[in-house]
């Protein structure tokens, strides 16, 4: 098995591609070693004590360096983990016991909650989000999520390497608020969430 890497817009992220399926719907942000406790493997990565945050996205995981982290030391060692994981075939989650069911990705939470007033407005976000803006945003190894729409303000989370990226703000007011004014004339601006 080899296990490719890719640089993202974050330099304290790595995108590593293990040539398989990571998560077969929907992707799984893990900000701390608290949260990872649901996964192995994220549990593993976070062991190295020089990772920050982990990402898994449909056929990539994302590694955070911690600050003061090493990559050229460190990315060996989240190579062999994953090398361990996914040729072992473990779960990529912990299940509650031998019949139990895997735990499921993050459900989306709302900041905002959205008036059933502008539900086509929220369908045509999310519409844009998946086809135009989601791809793209996994392209750097991370993912975007939909938090809510409130008085023509789009709220949305970055994930994976784009959260915490130097570059984040201006993807998000630049690129995709652009996108979203463009395309949703009822869209005035979009905030992180």
Same mark, same amino acid.
């Given at each position: 098995?080899?296990?490719?890497?890719?640089?993202?817009?974050?330099?304290?992220?790595?995108?590593?591609?293990?040539?398989?399926?990571?998560?077969?719907?929907?992707? /799984?942000?893990?900000?701390?070693?608290?949260?990872?406790?649901?996964?192995?493997?994220?549990?593993?990565?976070?062991?190295?004590?020089?990772?920050?945050?982990?990402?898994?996205?449909?056929?990539?995981?994302?590694?955070?360096?911690?600050?003061?982290?090493?990559?050229?030391?460190?990315?060996?060692?989240?190579?062999?983990?994953?090398?361990?994981?996914?040729?072992?075939?473990?779960?990529?989650?912990?299940?509650?016991?031998?019949?139990?069911?895997?735990?499921?990705?993050?459900?989306?939470?709302?900041?905002?909650?959205?008036?059933?007033?502008?539900?086509?407005?929220?369908?045509?976000?999310?519409?844009?989000?998946?086809?135009?803006? /989601?791809?793209?945003?996994?392209?750097?190894?991370?993912?975007? /999520?939909? /938090?809510?729409?409130?008085?023509?303000?789009?709220?949305?989370?970055?994930?994976?390497?784009?959260?915490?990226?130097?570059?984040?703000?201006?993807?998000?007011?630049?690129?995709?608020?652009?996108?979203?004014?463009?395309?949703?004339?009822?869209?005035?601006?979009?905030?992180?969430?």
């Amino acid at each position: 098995m080899f296990i490719e890497t890719e640089t993202t817009p974050n330099p304290a992220t790595l995108k590593f591609l293990p040539g398989r399926q990571v998560m077969p719907s929907g992707t /799984r942000d893990f900000a701390s070693p608290e949260d990872a406790e649901a996964s192995p493997l994220a549990q593993a990565l976070f062991d190295t004590g020089e990772v920050s945050g982990v990402f898994f996205g449909a056929n990539f995981v994302s590694v955070t360096a911690a600050p003061g982290a090493d990559w050229a030391s460190l990315k060996p060692q989240v190579v062999g983990v994953l090398l361990d994981h996914f040729i072992s075939e473990a779960p990529l989650f912990h299940t509650p016991n031998a019949g139990g069911i895997a735990v499921p990705p993050e459900e989306d939470e709302l900041l905002v909650a959205d008036d059933p007033a502008n539900a086509e407005i929220v369908d045509m976000i999310k519409e844009l989000l998946e086809t135009r803006i /989601r791809p793209a945003v996994a392209n750097d190894g991370g993912d975007i /999520r939909y /938090r809510g729409f409130r008085d023509g303000v789009v709220y949305l989370q970055m994930q994976g390497a784009c959260s915490g990226c130097p570059s984040s703000t201006a993807t998000l007011k630049q690129g995709i608020e652009g996108l979203m004014k463009h395309y949703i004339p009822e869209v005035t601006e979009v905030r992180a969430a």
